[in-house]
């Protein structure tokens, strides 16, 4: 999250940097970006940004929403340009 909403990344340096380590720990990366009990994140992750000292999302679906924003074109590969953190888009 501090990343996707506070940072510029180039998308080509991104995918390699995910591709990299994927393959130096042994593991393929998954299709979207997910959790894995919605439920249990959905009450852990609204606690945390009630809490949170920096801006973020303040629920779990607006969190998701931008993390599939920026995780998911990173994860296909289909990202290109930087990453505009205020506009959630990458150009």
Request: no cysteine; glycine share 6%; charged share 30%.
């Amino acid at each position: 999250m501090a990343i996707a909403g506070a940072a510029s990344i180039e998308a080509e340096a991104q995918i390699a940097a995910l591709r990299s380590e994927a393959e130096r720990r042994s593991i393929e990366l998954p299709p979207v970006f997910t959790v894995p009990d919605r439920d249990a994140w959905k009450r852990g992750y609204d606690a945390e940004a009630r809490r949170s000292l920096l801006e973020a999302p303040a629920t779990l679906e607006e969190a998701l929403e931008l993390m599939a924003r920026f995780a998911d074109p990173l994860l296909d590969a289909s990202a290109r340009g930087s990453w505009d953190p205020g506009a959630g888009t990458w150009a």
